[in-house]
């Protein structure tokens, strides 16, 4: 699935106030084809450099469904792990159609003033200043509600009111309108009248991205039905055995010094990753939340760690990418099963005599197979 950006002219009257003609470019994957936004006035709210992975096959797939959702003018729910995955995936299509976002992480704090307004004195003077969510639904950028999993009874209403009807009350009086019908009321009231009722118009190009965690394999609030019904899901996790070890190899081509050393090494990385994700299924030893999986940018970051200091232990490599194993929370039982699995693939910072046995692709599928049939 190849990605690919050209340049299109607009149609013949598309001119500009100098009487030149607009250009844009266009992102095109596969068949997907979604034209780059010109609004110059919001660039400071684009995202730069999250773009890193556009080059990988299974990241391209992502990508492609979050085109076919802008086309179809959606919202969106991206489910997975923890981890910065879906984040970075929103973030990396905000880039490439060069979107603004505005984003509003969503704790059990969070309440209504948060997502609509909050009144602040300047000057002396209470006013009411629009939060994340008004400005995008006003801008027509990407409203990214990061962990809506832990979002609490009272503003459920508030977004499914603005996913379902895109509309809002604020405190200040106004009001937020759908695109169609204010252009509805439009041929019924004057400009001087909506402006009086205090109307706004929600720009037709607002988009929600939803990230969350699937409950209840974490802890957190399941989506109500309604809620959950107007967004378009999809599951965000690490990709497979093959995929990660051909996107970890590329992604650490730069600091690789002996590659047979870092295949090796990215073989036993993958494979300890996908081991305890493995053993965290159902009915598996790992069950409970306290040792999550590894994320694919902590392996990301052990694997260049890692290739760069090849004596360096790759449980230390781990621990210093963000995934501290020795500050779990986990029972003795669990304990051991990670003890046992960082033993089996990883040469810890316990045992220091290199491992001379080396982890092929496809003796580690093999393993990680017997591993799944063991548990079963």
């Not at 690919?4 to 992102?27: D, E, H, M």
């Not at 009086?173 to 402006?195: A, C, I, N």
Request: hydrophobic share 35%; net charge positive; proline share 6%.
């Amino acid at each position: 699935m190849a990605l690919s950006c050209s340049l299109q002219a607009f149609p013949p009257n598309s001119v500009s106030k100098f009487g030149k003609r607009l250009y844009a470019t266009y992102v095109r994957i596969g068949n997907v084809q979604v034209y780059r936004r010109l609004d110059r006035k919001q660039d400071s709210r684009v995202p730069r450099q999250y773009a890193k992975y556009v080059k990988l096959d299974w990241f391209r797939e992502h990508l492609a469904w979050l085109l076919r959702k802008d086309v179809l003018a959606q919202d969106v729910f991206l489910l997975g792990a923890p981890g910065f995955l879906r984040r970075q995936l929103a973030l990396s299509y905000c880039e490439l159609t060069h979107r603004p976002y505005e984003i509003v992480p969503i704790s059990r704090e969070t309440t209504d003033s948060d997502l609509k307004q909050r009144r602040e004195i300047i000057d002396g003077t209470a006013k009411y200043i629009d939060q994340a969510p008004v400005r995008a639904a006003l801008n027509g950028s990407v409203l990214i509600l990061d962990g809506i999993e832990k979002a609490e009874r009272n503003v459920l209403p508030i977004l499914n009111n603005l996913l379902e009807n895109r509309e809002m009350g604020l405190s200040d009086g106004r009001f937020l309108v759908s695109p169609q019908r204010f252009d509805e009321l439009t041929q019924k009231m004057s400009r001087q009248e909506m402006q009086q009722c205090g109307l706004e118009r929600v720009h037709p190009e607002f988009q929600i991205f939803a990230l969350g965690l699937p409950v209840p394999t974490f802890p957190g609030y399941p989506l109500d039905p309604p809620l959950r019904s107007r967004f378009q899901a999809r599951l965000v996790t690490n990709p497979s055995v093959t995929d990660m070890l051909s996107s970890l190899e590329y992604l650490c081509h730069d600091v690789i010094q002996d590659r047979a050393v870092a295949r090796d090494t990215i073989a036993r990385l993958v494979g300890c990753s996908q081991t305890l994700t493995t053993l965290r299924r159902q009915d598996g030893p790992l069950t409970t939340h306290g040792i999550p999986p590894i994320p694919f940018e902590t392996l990301e970051a052990a694997a260049r760690l890692s290739c760069k200091f090849p004596s360096l232990p790759l449980d230390q490599a781990l621990a210093s990418s963000g995934w501290p194993y020795q500050y779990f929370q986990a029972d003795a039982r669990e304990r051991t099963v990670l003890s046992a699995t960082l033993q089996q693939f990883c040469i810890t910072s316990n045992n220091t005599e290199a491992s001379t046995t080396s982890l092929t692709r496809s003796k580690l599928i093999d393993d990680i197979t017997m591993t799944d049939e063991l548990r079963c």
